[in-house]
């Protein structure tokens, strides 16, 4: 089994460091891995695939289901996210 290369070894800056360790252990399961919820293919597949549970259509409602999920990010649209973080 590889062995995971530290962040200090990545050659990265400081703040790069600093951004990706507050992913990596202060978000989601806090032991050096990412668990990223995908929301950004309902603009691949469209509208059918929401049928079955169409509260999942919602952005909010999927926003707090990661959080809930302790999920470290959610991958969404660029207009989604600027509706929810600026």
């Keep these: 089994m590889q062995k995971r290369a ?16 507050r992913i990596l252990f202060d978000h989601g399961l806090r032991n050096g891995t990412a668990l990223f919820l995908p929301y950004d293919q ?3 597949h469209g509208p059918r695939d929401f049928f ?7 952005p909010a409602y999927v926003m707090k289901l990661a959080i ?10 660029i207009g ?5 973080f600026w």
């Design 6 to 21: 530290a962040l200090s070894e990545l050659g990265l800056s400081a703040g790069k460091k600093a951004r990706l360790h």
């Design 42 to 44: 309902g603009l691949e």
């Design 68 to 77: 809930a999920g302790e999920f470290n990010g959610v991958a969404i649209q």
């Design 52 to 58: 079955a549970n169409p509260v999942a259509s919602d």
């Design 80 to 84: 989604l996210a600027e509706k929810f």
